[in-house]
């Protein structure tokens, strides 16, 4: 059963903490991506990366931090730093670059208070 | 900025009529995408058109490309219940490596 699987869907934290969002795949894509979503908005990219052990930073990058040690794992740290973390997050695949259609997980709502 | 501005933000038809909603963007391209987002899930790709392609059909789908005046349509045909959705546009700019959303259609349709 391929697909890409995010964890936890639901997730709760005080502000002032890390918290980290699971991304994984099993879909043997090369690239993936991980997207915010805010209430009634599009998409705005946070960081991706084209290959195992390298990534690049999407138009919000700042107060994120991600790794890509394996290519099925892409997990992503959202820091204190991050003035407004309160969003849907999203991650995606695709086989190469975005010359490719984007596979998506479900998401997961963080809520930070 | 956004790349991609979608044009209504929202939508109501009936069941069975058309649906036609629509994507401008600022710079040229690779290649446009139309995803699907039902409400809190994650967005499914429905089609992908090229910059040298002008027209393109899935289905009950089919979408246009005019790169004359950087903008697509997505329609669609005979439209479900089952449609209800936000729709977004997803362009790849040519040296990027990257896909632009723009901020989506909420689409509609009531029985």
């Known amino acids: 059963d391929g697909g890409i699987t995010q964890s936890p869907k639901y997730l709760f934290r005080k502000e002032g903490q890390n918290v980290t969002l699971s991304c994984e795949q099993n879909l043997n894509h090369d690239a993936m991506y991980w997207y915010r979503q805010d209430p009634g908005q599009g998409l705005r990219l946070i960081y991706y990366s084209q290959i195992v052990n390298d990534f690049q930073k999407g138009d919000i990058a700042e107060g994120y931090s991600v790794s890509r040690e394996k290519k099925e794992s892409f997990p992503l740290t959202v820091t204190s730093a991050q003035k407004n973390p309160t969003a849907f997050y999203l991650c995606?695949?695709?086989?190469?670059?975005?010359?490719?259609?984007?596979?998506f997980g479900p998401g997961t709502r963080l809520t930070v208070t | 900025s956004q790349q991609g501005e979608e044009d209504p933000q929202a939508l109501s038809i009936q069941e069975g009529e058309n649906a036609t909603m629509n994507c401008s963007y600022k710079?040229?391209?690779?290649?446009l995408q139309w995803y699907r987002q039902n409400s809190g899930r994650g967005l499914v790709h429905l089609i992908l058109i090229r910059s040298n392609e002008r027209e393109k059909h899935s289905g009950r789908l089919r979408v246009t490309l005019d790169t004359s005046k950087k903008s697509s349509s997505l329609l669609i045909t005979a439209s479900r219940a089952a449609d209800t959705a936000s729709y977004f546009c997803?362009?790849?700019?040519?040296?990027?490596?990257?896909?632009?959303f723009g901020t989506g259609t909420q689409l509609k349709v009531e029985l």
């Open positions: 997803a362009t790849k700019e040519g040296g990027g490596n990257k896909l632009t």
């Open positions: 710079t040229s391209i690779n290649n």
């Open positions: 995606a695949s695709s086989i190469r670059t975005s010359e490719y259609e984007q596979y």
